[in-house]
T-cell receptor, first 113, second 117 residues
Framework: DADVTQTPRNRITKTGKRIMLECSQT?????MYWYRQDPGLGLRLIYY???????NKGEISDGYSVSRQAQAKFSLSLESAIPNQTALYFC????????????FGSGTRLTVV | AQSVTQLGSHVSVSEGALVLLRCNYS??????LFWYVQYPNQGLQLLLK??????LVKGINGFEAEFKKSETSFHLTKPSAHMSDAAEYFC???????????????FGQGTILTVHP
């Protein structure tokens, strides 16, 4: 099994729908992150969590919310999806006291029509 | 605050030629620096990282990068390109211990490397 698992891998949804992207990890890492990737823009941080009780906004959090259900689970929600939220979404984990390289999931490709 | 600029969104080389992907960073604290590679339809894989110590760091697949504080650069090189190196490459910066950027990666825009036979 992958260290960081994202579900679903692909999703097409309609404008205005609520959608949840899920992330689970077996690394035992405390820190989890959600990024979105758009062509030519690299990866931009949406939300991050340094432990179960800690949730922080990233640079592009508007229109998104998150829930850290457990150390191993971090979900991202789009309350009312819009077309410009069409992107590739990545979950990542890291652990303090290490070299801070992230472990990434394989991504969720979301299309909002 | 921290930021990363990758010079050149597309780089094309011939197989066997030198690969040079440029990265400049801005950070208010001493940085940790990373290069990641993304193959088509895959997640990101760590190529190499600089945290402290030797400024020339070696990574996987024959890549290396040199941290130059005076130039705020962390360029990625490989002496001889291989067809399998074709991918998108991302430079990223994180603040070191302490400060609000600690543990958070900021990515550059990415550079797509094409390798011609």
């Amino acid at each position: 099994d992958a260290d960081v698992t994202q579900t679903p891998r692909n999703r097409i949804t309609k404008t205005g729908k609520r959608i949840m992207l899920e992330c689970s990890q077996t690394k035992g890492h405390d820190r989890m992150y959600w990024y979105r990737q758009d062509p030519g823009l690299g990866l931009r941080l949406i939300y991050y969590s340094f432990d179960v009780k800690d949730i922080n906004k990233g640079e592009i959090s508007d229109g998104y919310s998150v829930s850290r259900q457990a150390q191993a689970k971090f979900s991202l929600s789009l309350e009312s999806a819009i077309p410009n939220q069409t992107a590739l979404y990545f979950c990542a984990t890291s652990q303090p006291g290490t070299s801070y390289g992230y472990t990434f999931g394989s991504g969720t490709r979301l299309t909002v029509v | 605050a921290q930021s990363v600029t990758q010079l050149g969104s597309h780089v094309s080389v011939s197989e066997g030629a030198l690969v040079l992907l440029r990265c400049n960073y801005s950070s208010s604290v001493p940085p940790y620096l990373f290069w990641y590679v993304q193959y088509p339809n895959q997640g990101l894989q760590l190529l190499l990282k600089y945290t402290t110590g030797a400024t020339l760091v070696k990574g996987i697949n024959g890549f290396e990068a040199e941290f130059k504080k005076s130039e705020t650069s962390f360029h990625l090189t490989k002496p001889s390109a291989h067809m399998s190196d074709a991918a998108e490459y991302f430079c990223a910066v994180s603040g070191n211990a302490g400060g609000t950027s600690y543990g958070k990666l900021t990515f550059g825009q990415g550079t797509i490397l094409t390798v011609h036979p």
